[in-house]
């Protein structure tokens, strides 16, 4: 069993390679710079960027790169099963409030005031696509920040690339994503940490082929203009969402899945997010609620360890 | 020889009745004393108990809090419930999940140590 921890794209990323064989730490070892590349193109923080560029081309067609590119579909498809709630074009309302660099700046440097106008959220279909010449073209003032989804498709692309020399997991920032059974033929053990103790754990998982994400308000806040802030944006609002859970974990067929049903859940808040997560065939998840009640999903006992 | 068999036989008979008696006399006076002994204890705990709540006693300082009251148990209450969809408003079966308490030692978990750890993004 090899494994490797480091940063990228602003969070704490891990690796494991379920495997004997000799080499399977230099295998791990390519994994952060595959991070690397990926957050080149797709971050909002870096001003040279590929998402960067074409951020600041609106109205002109763009060619992308093929990450690029899955990743602009893959929050397409996410923007479809949320009902319009996880969108990347919650980049102006992010900025607008607050979070207008790195998380880590923010705690350092504090938070802007800023009384500008929060602009309406549009939808992924005012972006123009030509799939036969790959290119994407923004509208005036649209601009794109891929957030969550950015990391559920680097983890779940990571892992991809693992499977070919044993069993994987790759967990990017609390996204996780498993290629199947451990070498042993037992799931991954899990941990669902409890957002109200940082050491503690809310329940234990065990994940064969899925993908598990938690989606909270817990960590990334901050206050502005003597307001609480945090970075889930209610498309509905443009304003950091107005609601009761204060995470919510959720396990799906695959980690983009279990990403956009996390923050939906949490949008929707407790009761909403909980009847939403029992319609969704495939879905089970857990949302902690800012009062400590804790709900479980009814599928959610096929996942637990005990 | 055969004549006087039976007359200690009568006299054995005699002796026993007398032992019997005696036996049942002596249950008897124990019976009336430990049945006394286990009243007279009762009537001193109650008398004991209305001292020990009364805060009326003339001269008595002495402050107790109240007796606790025994509330009736609710099945229904602090318990898991479901509603067929969903544990909706219930506090969760969390980190307890597996756990086993081993004579009082530190608790212990049934399933093994976690490979990862989900959370909101950090």
């Known amino acids: 069993m090899y494994r490797i921890e480091f940063k990228a794209m602003g969070c704490q990323m ?11 730490q230099e295998k791990l070892d390519r994994v952060p710079a595959w991070f690397e590349e990926w957050e080149q193109v797709l971050s909002r923080f870096r001003t040279d960027s590929e998402l960067s560029c ?45 979070y207008d660099r790195s998380f880590d700046e923010l705690v350092e440097n504090g938070t802007p005031v800023n009384d500008h106008e929060i602009p309406a959220i549009g939808v992924l279909e005012s972006v123009e696509l030509d799939l036969a010449a790959r290119t994407l073209t923004l509208p005036a003032g649209a601009r794109l920040d891929f957030g969550g989804v950015a990391k559920g498709w680097a983890a779940n692309e990571a892992v991809n690339r693992l499977k070919a020399y044993g069993p994987a997991l790759v967990d990017a920032g609390g996204d996780i994503a498993v290629s199947g059974l451990r070498s042993d033929g037992q799931p991954w053990p899990i941990e669902i940490a409890d957002p109200m103790e940082p050491e503690g754990a809310l329940a234990m998982l065990k994940l064969g082929r899925n ?20 970075h889930i944006i209610d498309p509905r609002t443009s304003a950091p ?10 396990v799906a067929p695959s ?52 | 020889m055969t004549i006087n068999r039976p007359t200690q036989t009568s006299k054995n008979r005699r002796s026993r009745a007398g032992q ?63 509603n067929g969809n969903s544990t909706s408003g219930v506090a969760a079966p969390t980190a307890p999940l597996g756990r086993i308490l081993m004579g009082g030692s530190a608790p212990t978990f049934s399933f093994p140590q976690a490979m990862a750890r989900t959370r909101s993004s950090r």
């Open chain 1, 14 to 24: 891990l690796a494991i390679l379920d495997s004997t064989a000799a080499n399977g």
């Open chain 1, 54 to 98: 074409l951020n600041r081309s609106p109205n002109q067609a763009v060619s992308v790169s093929p990450t690029l590119w899955e990743v602009f579909r893959a929050a397409q498809t996410a923007e479809q099963r949320s009902g319009s709630l996880v969108t990347p074009l919650v980049y102006t309302a992010l900025v607008t409030a607050g």
């Open chain 1, 211 to 230: 993908g598990v994400a938690t989606s909270g308000k817990d960590y990334r806040h901050w206050m502005q203009n003597g307001k609480a802030r945090h």
């Open chain 1, 241 to 250: 969402a107005d609601t009761d859970v204060l995470a919510a974990t959720v």
């Open chain 1, 255 to 306: 980690v983009l899945e279990a990403e956009t049903a996390a923050k939906t859940a949490l949008i929707l808040g407790g009761d909403e997010g909980l009847n939403w997560l029992e319609a969704q065939r495939g879905l089970a998840g857990v949302l902690a609620l800012d009062d400590g009640e804790v709900l479980f999903s009814r599928r959610m006992d096929q996942y637990l360890w005990s």
């Open chain 2, 20 to 82: 019997v008696k005696i036996l049942l006399f002596t249950l008897a006076i124990a019976g009336t004393l430990g049945l006394w002994e286990v009243f007279s204890h009762q009537a001193q705990v109650t008398v004991a108990a209305a001292a020990t709540t009364s805060t009326n006693v003339p001269g008595l300082s002495l402050e107790l809090p109240p007796l606790p009251e025994l509330v009736p148990f609710n099945p229904g209450q602090g318990a898991s419930q479901t």
